[in-house]
């Protein structure tokens, strides 16, 4: 079966970037100038939407060659993608391939067997909701007549941070029954920078990017953390009844993924047709990989250059969190607010209540400390307020566990209080449950307490909570309104 190659571009660019790249890959002998294709979409067209991308790609595949009607492979191919190139190719994988959800394909029918992704927006960028603003229409914006200064809104929506996009496709590829990113399968490696922009373009830094994309983000290493708090405590309940109960799904994350140092969002492409740049040497060997054991053994060595990055540039690693709040009924919550408190673990741990007045001025001081590590890059989604997403510095925030152990000698724990205001009178969250969730025990005894922290990982935490009303009645006399 023929090979080929597919490269994808980002938002706001086009395949004109990457003409250096094509030529480097037919010198190597990677393939030729009609075997390595560009794979373009108009990312800044306002009513364009990643469903209309994989759709049109689709097409095309079909029309190169390297799908059948049907979609059954007639060639097998390398993907390597920028920025929002690897949404692009996740999303197609998943439309077409994919058996979960409400895709019905076979996987061993896709074409796509190697991913080299070069800083990918897998969960967004922290830019993206930037990018629809009038500022970013006068810089970025297209200048055809007809469509004056579109951004692209349909991709941006998508590529906000936090976006019901980013959630529903990790639901569909990553967080489910039957993930196919594996040495088996469909091989990923992800190579990203550690340096934000230099000169003028510094402005948009942001700590824990590479100056558009969050670095944890662009890992596939994901897991989800499901709290339901729907459910009233029994009649019988024991004091220390936990209201809500923590599932965890944390799939086994099998890729190879490298954090480089000296680079950003940019120069990492830039030096991707450059034999002497370490970022071309890796994509050589993820391209020129054979077996399922030589890419573990791969993997291992990308795992080996990022330890080196982190200890080399001293630098944090980040943890990202995407929330999704939600009621009994699916309904999306769109208003709640997250508070975070550090104290001195008691008996009643699982169901004391933690309010301010109860803490002491030190634990007082730590919980506002924790708060401002937790929720420094506090985004809402600016389309669906249910969905948010925080990130963390985990040195920072695992020092501060560390100092508080220390100085109280005794367990201390983490926690966290949702709160959901009423809607009116007669409408209303159950909020009582909601005041003192454990996220963290110092004390490693207490059992069935996931753990939270992972550096350079994207959490899902999803909040189901009970809203209940009184407008509702039930009665053997009738009632006039």
């Avoid at 309940?237 to 099998?254: R, T």
Wanted: net charge negative; hydrophobic share 40%.
């Amino acid at each position: 079966m023929k090979e080929m190659t597919v490269i994808i571009h980002g938002w706001s660019d086009s395949s004109e970037s990457f003409k250096q790249l094509k030529n480097y890959l037919i010198k190597e002998e990677f393939g030729t100038v009609k075997t390595v294709l560009y794979a373009d979409y108009e990312s800044r067209e306002d009513h364009l939407k990643f469903e209309d991308i994989v759709d049109g790609l689709n097409d095309q595949f079909m029309k190169q060659g390297i799908i059948d009607e049907d979609g059954v492979k007639k060639a097998n191919i390398n993907v390597i993608c920028h920025s929002t190139g690897g949404l692009v190719i996740r999303h197609w994988i998943w439309r077409y391939y994919s058996s979960n959800e409400q895709c019905s394909g076979d996987i061993a029918n896709c074409p796509v067997k190697k991913i080299v992704m070069l800083a990918p927006a897998n969960f967004g960028s922290h830019l993206a909701h930037r990018g629809k603003s009038f500022f970013s229409s006068l810089v970025k914006g297209r200048w055809k007549f007809g469509d004056f200064l579109e951004t692209g809104k349909g991709i941006l929506e998508g590529l906000e941070l936090g976006s019901p996009y980013q959630w529903r496709l990790a639901h569909g590829d990553l967080i489910c029954e039957k993930p196919y990113y594996n040495r088996n399968q469909v091989q990923v490696t992800i190579l990203v920078g550690i340096e934000g922009y230099g000169g003028v373009a510094k402005v948009v830094n942001k700590p824990g990017t590479d100056g558009t994309v969050i670095i944890a983000g662009t890992s596939l290493d994901s897991a989800k953390l499901r709290l339901d708090f729907s459910k009233p405590a029994p009649a019988d309940a024991e004091q220390d009844y936990a209201p809500y109960q923590w599932a965890v799904e944390d799939p086994q994350g099998d890729f190879a993924f490298g954090v480089l140092e000296g680079l950003d969002h940019g120069s990492v492409v830039g030096e991707s047709a450059d034999p002497e740049k370490l970022v071309c040497q890796l994509l050589t060997e993820a391209l020129s990989v054979k077996t399922a054991k030589e890419f573990g053994a791969f993997a291992q060595k990308v795992e080996a250059l990022t330890k080196a990055t982190y200890v080399k540039t001293a630098k944090p690693r980040f943890q990202q969190f995407l929330v999704h709040a939600v009621d009994d009924q699916g309904s999306s919550v769109n208003d709640f607010t997250l508070d975070f408190f550090i104290w001195k673990a008691d008996e009643g741990v699982k169901g004391s209540l933690v309010t301010r007045d109860r803490l002491s001025r030190r634990e007082l001081e730590f919980s506002e400390q924790a708060n401002q590590i937790l929720t420094a890059s506090f985004h809402t989604h600016t389309i669906d307020l249910s969905h948010r997403s925080f990130v963390v510095n985990l040195d920072a925030m695992k020092g501060l566990l560390a100092d508080a152990r220390k100085e109280f000698q005794v367990p201390i724990v983490l926690s966290m209080r949702l709160f959901v205001p009423r809607i009116d009178d007669g409408i209303q969250y159950d909020v009582r449950s909601l005041q003192n969730i454990v996220l963290y025990n110092s004390d490693k005894k207490i059992q069935g307490l996931p753990s939270f922290f992972y550096g350079n990982t994207t959490t899902l935490l999803e909040l189901k909570v009970n809203r209940y009303n009184s407008y509702v009645t039930l009665g053997t006399e009738p009632v006039k309104h």
